[in-house]
């Protein structure tokens, strides 16, 4: 078991995560006055059963079931959480656990902390996706108007459990969504562990958790030194300003059967490692080596360039803007990025462009 120490809150990662959160549970000298397992149709049928046979705290637990994906996002899905925490009559000392991927560790963190003012809760991330992004930082959000992470709050769980058993509940495409946040830590803040993720394995579990606790200490040591995004931790949205647009728009243009997250940030890599070509002056070679990588390791997709400006009206809601301009955070070279750096919408069009045909020549 490795123990990391975030802002507020231990992040636990190992195979066997039921003796470290048993041991969490009876740290509350008190006791909790209820426990509740907030989970969607996958993590009730796949992780809930050997979670419960393996913590028998969990027994007594209420379980509230939401469906999957991220269009149930939503605040009128946690508006049914709050009725029935209520109907079930949660307190301040009640625990909320969050059992699932990104979708219900955002919006469980959201609802557990806006309840009563908020009442604790923890993460059971069972993704590769959330347990290398929602495990750290202490973000919360749902999405509103189609629009990604709209509202949110910094709100830190009292703890993280991480677990590579759960992987094996998830398909291919869904590892391969998770593993974009891998990328993009190594290549934000470690040239080193670039080298390794390029030579990663899904086969080897051993190799995979030492990428997942590589890529949790990377986010983790930015989160500590810029917890609520005032400078650094800006870093961490390489990829995402274009990526979150994408997203966005296939969810509206295709609604269930929209990209996965970490598909649209692989592309948002590409089109800012571009960007970053162009306004950071990264180098050529190193700009062919990430494309060539994103473009061996995920599905290509088309785009048609009649709704390139469309995904640069959806940029202009980043969250990261200020006073009009569409920022980013830029590579400067594998493993440098600089922060608030704004590009044209031209330019971002120019970068869209350069996926797309990039994607043609790969495919010759």
Sequence with gaps: MSEISSTSCSIYVSENISKDIIRF?????????????????????????????????LAEAEIIEIESGEENKTIEICTQIWSLLSEYGADRNSLFINLGGGVICDLGGFAASCFKRGIPFINIPTTLLSQVDASVGGKTGINSDHLK???????SPAAVFVSTRFLSTIN??????????????????????????????????????????????????????????????????????????????????NGAHHLLHGEAVAIGIVCESYLSHKVCKLKKE???????????????????????????????????????????????????????????????????????????????
Excluded at 31 to 47: I, P, R
Excluded at 149 to 155: H, P, Y
Excluded at 174 to 193: P, Y
Excluded at 221 to 226: A, F, G, I, P, Y
């Design 286 to 364: 190193e700009l062919e080596t990430i494309t060539k990588f994103v473009l061996k390791t995920y599905q290509p997709v088309i785009m048609d360039s009649i709704y390139f400006n469309r995904l640069v009206e959806l940029m202009k809601h980043d969250k990261k803007n200020n006073s009009g301009a569409i920022n980013f955070s830029l590579l400067s070279s594998i493993g440098k990025c600089e922060i608030n750096k704004s590009a044209s919408a031209d330019l971002i069009i120019e970068s869209l462009k350069y996926y797309s045909e990039q994607v043609k020549l790969a495919a010759k």
């Design 25 to 57: 549970l009876k740290a509350n000298k008190k006791g909790y006055s209820k426990l509740f397992v907030l989970v969607d149709e996958n993590s009730l049928k796949h992780c809930y059963p050997w979670l419960v046979a393996s913590v028998p705290q």
């Design 172 to 253: 291919a495409r869904h590892l391969l969504s998770g593993f974009a946040e891998i990328i993009k830590h190594a290549l934000i803040s470690d040239s080193k562990q670039w080298e390794k993720i390029t030579e990663c394995s899904f086969d080897d579990l051993d190799e995979l958790n030492t990428c997942i606790m590589a890529s949790i200490v990377l986010k983790n040591e930015v989160v500590m030194q810029d917890p609520t995004e005032k400078g650094l931790r800006k870093i961490l949205n390489f990829g995402h300003s274009i990526g979150h647009a994408l997203e966005t728009f296939f969810m509206e243009q």
């Design 149 to 155: 992470n709209e509202v949110g709050l910094f709100s």
